[in-house]
């Protein structure tokens, strides 16, 4: 697979790590987009607005001479319709503990590439059901810090693996890229 020298508009180290994964050569820039919700705006529709907005973001940041595509990707842990984004505390990632036990919820992943010529877009909607979490179980992940940072509170490739019962999808794009939907994207930039 022919994959092309590209940006990532990301710092994640789990981003970083799975473009390395399937062998894409990348350069990290760091991009500061609004991640606000808009009213009445739906889960898919939002992850993939700021996925583009990511990507777009980081192609406006290139001179004309550095001009190469552009990665962005944003990912939204979904609970009965609500959007649960990274917590803002501690009382805020126990509350999306307390909400995800015992729960399936979904796990919604863009991937966004911007071209000179073009915007990509792929979603990814993966399926996760977390055991009953018991306050102990919650009190020691919140301990750990490992959820601060991440969307519904948690890392499926961290400890909260020892909460996860099933998956339904995409590992990858519950981590934070959907390496398929990305390869796909890739190719077709490289076409």
């Known amino acids: ?102 729960q399936r919820h979904q796990v919604m992943t863009a991937v966004a590439i911007v071209t000179a010529e073009k915007i990509w877009i792929e979603l990814n909607t993966s399926s996760v059901t977390f055991a009953t979490l018991s306050r102990e179980d919650i009190d020691w992940y919140l301990s750990t810090q490992e959820g601060v940072d991440k969307a519904g509170g948690y890392a499926v490739q961290g400890l909260a693996a020892l909460f996860i019962e099933k998956i339904e999808g995409s590992y990858s794009a519950i981590m934070g890229l959907p390496l398929r939907e990305t390869g796909l994207l890739l190719t077709q930039v490289a076409g």
Not at 20 to 36: A, H, K, N, R, W
Not at 76 to 94: F, T
């Open 1 to 102: 697979m022919n994959l092309p020298q590209i940006y990532l508009a990301s710092n994640s180290p789990r981003r970083r790590e799975l473009l390395t994964q399937i062998g894409v050569d990348f350069t990290v820039l760091s991009v500061d987009v609004d991640e606000s919700r808009f009213d009445k705006e739906s889960a898919d529709d939002y992850v993939q607005r700021v996925a583009i907005a990511k990507a777009q973001a980081g192609w406006n940041s290139l001179s004309q001479t550095e001009k190469k595509p552009v990665l962005g990707s944003d990912t939204s842990v979904v609970l009965a319709g609500d959007v649960l984004g990274k917590p803002s505390s501690e009382g805020n990632a126990r509350d999306m503990l307390q909400r995800l036990s015992g």
